[in-house]
């Protein structure tokens, strides 16, 4: 089955500044690959996705890049808030939907 | 809409104990999953379905087992729980297995 691995497991970064999370997926047949978004206590949240068909997509502060060649994709988040604090998860989908081990981002004001 | 529902929010079992976690959603979903979430680990899938009458194993299948006689719901059995069941679980449903998964608000289970 489907394998994917994130890192980092935490990221702290100052306000204002950029985060990157990544991932590696292992079944080359994925074609769908979101992200969600996980506030403590909560249920997750997708926040953006992107299909093997495209290479990048953006909402606002947020974008995510796809490499098919090398099977890994990216979070970016730019001008970081404190509401972004919280755990981020990605999870690549071919007839089921595999999650990374999550990644907490801590921003400090 | 209710979106998807999950009960009971909490339960303590004790070892060898069985119960079942319901899921039920209103979307018409013929995509539904259970996944466990532990400390550093994410989300693991557990069993999932593609359609009424229709289930398949994920990652951690063990101790668990799962129905789907209607497309609303799907219900997850622990035949003998275990400590090692202690976890938070969500159930998600979606269109298919490649689209976005909405998620319940998950049930805490402690098994003692």
């Known amino acids: 089955g489907e394998n994917v691995e994130q890192h980092p497991s935490t990221l702290s970064v100052q306000e204002g500044d950029s985060a990157v999370i990544k991932c590696t997926y292992s079944?080359?047949?994925?074609?769908?690959f979101p992200w969600y978004k996980q506030e403590l206590g909560k249920r997750p949240q997708l926040i953006i996705d992107?299909?093997?068909?495209?290479g990048e997509k953006k909402d606002q502060r947020i974008a995510v890049t796809l490499n098919k060649t090398a099977k890994h994709f990216s979070l970016h988040i730019t001008e970081t808030q404190p509401e972004d604090s919280a755990v981020y998860f990605c999870?690549?989908?071919?007839?089921?939907?595999?999650f990374g081990a999550g990644t907490r981002l801590t921003v400090k004001p | 809409n209710a979106g998807v529902t999950q009960t009971p929010k909490f339960q303590v079992l004790k070892t060898g104990q069985s119960m079942t976690l319901q899921c039920a959603q209103d979307?018409?979903?013929?995509?539904m999953s259970w996944y466990r979430q532990d400390p550093g680990m994410g989300l693991r899938l557990i069993h999932y379905?593609?359609?009424?009458?229709?289930?398949d194993q994920g990652e951690v299948p063990n101790g668990y087992n799962v129905s789907r006689s209607t497309t609303e719901d799907f219900p997850l059995r622990l035949l003998s729980a275990a400590p090692s069941q202690t976890s938070v679980y969500f159930c998600?449903?979606?269109?298919?297995?490649?689209?976005?998964?909405?998620f319940g608000p998950g049930t805490r289970l402690l098994v003692l």
């Open positions: 998600a449903s979606s269109s298919s297995g490649r689209e976005t998964q909405y």
């Open positions: 079944d080359s047949a994925s074609n769908y």
């Open positions: 992107i299909r093997s068909n495209v």
């Open positions: 999870a690549a989908s071919h007839d089921d939907m595999r």
């Open positions: 979307m018409n979903h013929e995509y």
């Open positions: 379905s593609v359609g009424a009458g229709i289930t």
